[in-house]
């Protein structure tokens, strides 16, 4: 898709005012570029409204000369996963100057798109083959099916795989039938399933079906080399059997065994003791990744809820992995960008898993370790912003037990009540480390300490006036906490903005040699970043973080890296603002608190434009404080 095209893209996606600096580190064009776009959408009567907040996509009833919202013209990358689909599920060979004449594009267009295709098929253990003016797709038929079921992954990028996808994909099948049979076959058996799981077995089995309509089976020959016949999971094989009963049909045997597997590698039985059905090599490994994160993160998941289905989890992972099974999850990007912390953690458990048990943990199973963890570390993130607060209020009958009660149940998630006192000397006297004071009844403010005033009866203007005073305490908490660490972290011969850091190898060099040469890091401190960066890349939106997976710096120190042009990242990201950091083991904690604000400032286009345009490191440092 050209930049232009994600122009209007992101317009859709994002139904609010953009400015041209913010459009134009989204899309990695200048502002100019930006104008130049929005006047030939306006041209092409696409609704686009300007104004002094910059540009956005009007929603509203438009005439009949004016288009609405709608997908853009064909892309190169569409036309290249339309070539495989074809290839795959069509023809394995292609005169690529009939395929020019079908897609309506030049031969020199449809070579370079082949090109790719090659690529891309590459990658999944195939090879594109030329003879003459003909391509051939050439590859077994468990590749094949490997990429078909990306390709359709990939169309559901950002959202979630789901039954009007597949559909579209395999209009000769019944797939909503299939669907209910499946569901009704697992729900007999007591069994659990998940919405990735139903979709991700629902979609294998289409797969499978269309195949073999059209003669495509797995050959036993390569089925026999890597899988054990006589090895049969009995509630997958009876649920694979009831869908062949259910459809009139019998699968060949590759067929059947490969959709048992992936049915069992998402069987979670009800029935069953759980603590059977865990390996105890898996067992072991979450025993050592909890005490791994609570050294590492001050992260507790020592919770048996999160240890069990964490472990079934676990359990498939490994499987998969060692079976060099892809399980497609197309909101990892999202989780990726929305909760950097919370994917953090996913990466050094899965970096933790990779080296243990020597396999290859991909972007797709770290946004699902990310799910896992993700509630219970919100509920700790939340439980480190809340306020210690005391209660002031003259004693008469239950009185101040009875409002305690009324303000715990409204405010538990946001304040600790300390204490219960009838005099502001008790606050002095018991020396509590207090954030907020709750006055009752009483005009009394301490000079010291934030205090709220609001009355026993606890109204609605109470509540909102508590709100206020929490929200108020808690962002200047934040921001006074940030801002002690920046200047712990940061300094001012760390700050580069310069055209001609150009890509990720100059960022790594650059931040590297400087902190050597300070004796903040040791020698492989700049492959330690290409360690982490391997795992899964550093790149949230147009800001990296890159860092190493452990912390051994000598000292705790961060560099800022910013140019204006863009700077190309690893998995073709394209960044504006880099801000490496270096940590010391005995400053886990400000690793995790400078990164929790860090990252919820910069997943924020609007914060990065404004932060790109800071010239020196003293304004950029005043503008991060502002912007949390």
């Known amino acids: 898709m050209s930049k232009r095209d994600n122009l209007l893209k992101y317009l859709q996606k994002n139904p609010s005012w953009h400015t041209s600096q913010e459009l134009a580190i989204e899309i990695g064009v200048s502002s100019r570029t930006i104008k130049n776009y929005i006047n030939f959408w306006k041209a092409e009567k696409y609704p686009i409204e300007s104004g002094i907040k910059g540009y956005k996509l009007k929603y509203k009833k438009v005439s009949e000369n004016e288009k609405t919202v709608v997908s853009t013209q064909s892309s190169s990358k569409e036309r290249i996963n339309w070539i495989i689909n074809y290839f795959i599920t069509k023809d394995s060979v292609i005169n690529f100057y009939d395929l020019a004449s079908r897609l309506y594009v030049s031969e020199t267009t449809i070579l370079q798109d082949l090109t790719k295709v090659k690529n891309k098929v590459a990658s999944f253990g195939m090879k594109l083959e030329r003879h003459g003016d003909n391509f051939e797709l050439i590859g077994d038929e468990r590749r094949k099916r490997s990429l078909l079921s990306a390709l359709i992954y990939e169309e559901t990028s950002g959202t979630f795989m789901n039954q009007e996808v597949i559909q579209k994909n395999f209009e000769d099948i019944d797939v909503s039938l299939l669907r209910k049979i499946i569901l009704e076959s697992f729900n007999q058996r007591n069994i659990y399933l998940n919405t990735f799981d139903l979709n991700n077995i629902l979609l294998h089995f289409v797969i499978v079906i269309e195949r073999l309509k059209h003669g495509h089976v797995i050959s036993k020959t390569n089925f026999e080399k890597d899988s054990n016949i006589n090895n049969k999971n009995v509630l997958a094989y009876k649920i694979v059997q009831s869908v062949e009963n259910a459809l009139s049909i019998k699968f060949e045997l590759p067929d059947f065994k490969e959709l048992e597997l992936i049915v069992e590698a998402s069987v979670i039985d009800k029935n069953s003791n759980l603590h059977n059905k865990i390996k105890p090599e898996t067992a072991n490994m979450v025993t050592d990744l909890i005490s791994y994160v609570w050294s590492n993160y001050h992260i507790n998941l020592d919770n048996d809820n999160f240890k ?29 960008n929305s909760s950097p912390t919370i994917y953090e ?225 690893s998995n073709n990201n394209e960044v504006y603002l880099v801000i490496a950091l270096a940590i010391d083991p005995d400053n886990k904690k400000l690793l995790r608190d400078v990164f929790d604000e860090l990252s919820n400032i910069v997943t924020d286009i609007n914060n990065v434009s404004q932060l790109v345009h800071c010239n020196s490191y003293s304004e950029f440092i005043i503008k991060l404080v502002d912007l949390l």
């Open 308 to 336: 069990d289905r964490f472990a079934l989890h676990l359990d498939r992972l490994i499987a998969r992995a060692r079976q060099e099974k892809i399980q497609h999850n197309p909101i990892a990007t999202n989780i990726k």
């Open 345 to 569: 953690c996913a990466v050094i458990i899965a970096d933790r898993i990779s080296q243990k048990l020597n396999i290859t943990i991909d972007d797709n199973e770290i946004g699902y370790i990310a799910m896992h963890i993700g509630n219970a570390m919100a509920e700790q993130i939340s439980d480190k912003q809340k306020l210690a607060a005391v209660i002031l209020i003259p004693q008469y009958y239950d009185n101040a037990a009875v409002l305690t009660r009324k303000i715990q149940k409204h405010f538990a998630q946001y304040i600790n009540i300390k204490d219960e006192i009838h005099d502001p000397i008790q606050l002095h006297a018991r020396k509590l480390k207090i954030d907020l004071i709750i006055a009752v009844d009483t005009n009394y403010v301490d000079e010291k300490i934030s205090t709220v005033n609001i009355s026993q009866f606890f109204l609605k203007n109470d509540i909102q006036k508590l709100t206020i005073a929490i929200a108020t305490k808690q962002h200047q908490l934040r921001k006074d906490i940030f801002q002690e660490n920046l200047f712990k972290f940061f300094n001012s011969e760390d700050f580069e903005k310069s055209d001609e850091i150009t890509n990720i190898d100059d960022c790594f060099d650059l931040v590297g040699s400087r902190f050597s040469k300070e004796r903040v890091v040791d020698k492989n401190f700049k492959q330690a970043l290409y360690n982490r960066e391997n795992m899964s890349s550093t790149a949230f939106g147009r800001v990296a973080i890159p860092h190493s997976l452990t912390m051994s710096a000598n000292k705790s120190r961060g560099f800022i890296i910013i140019n204006p042009r863009g700077i190309k990242w």
